[in-house]
Every structure is written in C-alpha cells, then in structure tokens.
C-alpha cells in the first residue's frame, strides 16, 4: 500500500470523480484507475461503485477513507517536522474561521505569513465555530478563530482569547429606529429577525439574551452568511444582531448600540496534541507566544 494510493482514494471521494481526481493530482486518469484498482485487489475489497452517471464510496470505502487521510496527514506532518529540523518551514497551514471574525486582520496575517513562508500551502475553510473546533480537534483544521457566547469556551482544544465584543442592532436606514442612536432588546424584541441557524454559537448568545429577559422574538430568516444577514436587513424584511467590531463593514445598513445586548468572545484555537510547524510559525505572525493555549 502506498501514499499515492492513498492520495488518488482520497481525491476520488472529495470530488466524486475519477477524471476530476486525476486533474487534482496532475497525472492522467488511466494511471490513477490503475493504481486505484491495484489497491482494491490488495484489500480484497473494492472502495467505489462506479456508475456512468457518478462515482461513491463502498461501506469499505468509508471506512478506509478516514485511516487514509491520517496516514497521508502523518507523512505530510512528518516531512514538516523534518525541514523544521533544519530551518525551513513548508507543509500545509490550514486556518478556519467564523464569516465575522474581527479581533484580527486576518487577511493582513495570512499574506505576511505568505511571504515569509512561500513554502506553506494555505487552506482556508470559512464555518460555524462548533464544526471549526471539532475540525481542530480532528485535525483538520490547524488553527481556527471563533466567536463563542460568554457563556461557552471551547474544550479539548488549546485556546486563546483574542478580544470581547457586544453584538449592536442592524436596521435599515429607512428603518423607524434608524435614527435612535440606543435600544434594548424590549424594543427589539417586537421586529421580525434574520439570524444564523438555531443551535449554532453565533444564534445562541442572542437567544439567550431574550431568553434571560423574558422575551420571545420572531427569528423568520435563518441564513448561514453574515454578509447575506445584511442583504436582508437592507431592504428592510428584518433587523439583525451582529458583533460590533465587525459591524462597519457592513453597506446599506444602520447600527444601534443596544443597552442590554449580549456579548460574544473571540478565540483562536489549536490542537492540545502539538502544533505544527506552519501552526507555530502563523500564530508567531499574529504575535501570540509559544507558551499559550491552556
């Protein structure tokens, strides 16, 4: 059994094709048909059923995918470590984050780490904070950044708190309450809402907020952007509640600083089990010691 094999296996299930796989891995796709089936026969067992329309995975294929990613992740850490060893930083860094993360210039990191180290492939993967944290947790998300209520930290990770933020009221400028320059969340509490999906840390912190002071709101758009949020509130449908550091980014909307409102904590997070290299190397960039994380 060998790593490309694993690769091609791994390729094929992400993209549920064998011609989209080959593309991804640079080589023609008779050769990764051939090295896919020689595989097979040594497992005794085949891992896709292929069909003129799609290409999935067999119950052996799924269970052999997760062990493949380790084991490819294992040898990618593993030549890591050794260029480490003497001076050189490249593998793979990749980072999650929540769509209004805002304690951090995270672009601004991401391309100073770039060009310090040109040799480290950059994944980004933008979440909700609870799938970002078990990504980390599995490993694979190296480091992500969350915005948690002040009622939740992230567990089984290493952590750091980056910065505490109140949510604001987000109307549209045509809104009656546009011109108020506070609010509380009775007032609030009678407008029709947008907000992320029930469940997630995002929507929590302002459910329990009305929740604590009695009152029930009308969330009628659930949305998993925060950008598309504001698309909403533009023209009026609803109101919103959103960080305020991440506020101003927002066109065609109005802020309102509200008295009661909750309050969120950003973190950035890693795995309690090491960091890698390239980990190490971009939290170093965002100016967060080697020491932290408990």
């Known amino acids: 059994m060998e790593l490309q094999q694993m690769r091609y296996v791994v390729a094929v299930a992400e993209t549920n094709s064998f011609t989209r796989a080959a593309e991804r891995c640079l080589v023609v796709q008779s ?7 020689r595989l097979e026969r040594e497992l005794g067992a085949r891992l896709f059923e292929r069909t003129s329309r799609r290409v999935r995975l067999t119950p052996a294929g799924a269970a052999f995918l997760p062990a493949a990613r380790q084991c490819l992740d294992a040898a990618e850490r593993a030549a890591a470590e ?14 999650g984050l929540i769509p209004t993360v805002a304690a951090v210039d995270l672009p601004g990191a991401l391309r100073d780490f ?23 947790r599995d490993g694979a998300v190296d480091v992500a950044f969350l915005g948690l209520p002040t009622t939740a930290r992230p567990q089984s990770v290493a952590v750091h708190e980056l910065a505490r933020d109140r949510l604001v009221a987000v109307v549209a400028p045509d809104h009656p ?7 509380d969340l009775h007032r609030l509490s009678s407008e029709v809402f947008v907000d992320l999906p029930a469940g997630t840390a995002g929507r929590i912190q302002s ?21 598309y949020i504001a698309r909403l509130v533009g023209p009026g449908l609803a109101v919103a509640m959103l960080p305020a550091a991440y506020a101003p980014q927002l066109t065609g909307v109005v802020t309102i600083e509200v008295t009661d409102a909750p309050a969120r904590v950003e ?19 965002l100016g967060i010691p080697a020491h932290t994380g408990d």
């Open 207 to 227: 459910d329990q907020a009305f929740a604590a002071a009695g009152l029930d709101r009308d969330v009628a758009f659930e949305v998993t952007s925060a950008d």
């Open 177 to 183: 309450l546009a011109a108020e320059t506070l609010v």
């Open 114 to 136: 770039r060009r310090q180290y040109p040799q480290v492939r950059i994944d980004l993967r933008v979440g909700a904070s609870d799938d970002l944290i078990e990504q980390v």
């Open 82 to 95: 050794v260029a480490a060893a003497i001076g050189e930083i490249r593998g793979r860094l990749a980072v």
């Open 31 to 37: 050769a990764l048909s051939h090295q896919i089936a």
């Open 267 to 285: 973190y950035v997070i890693w795995s309690r089990a090491g960091r890698t290299p390239a980990a190490t190397a971009f939290l170093a960039v």
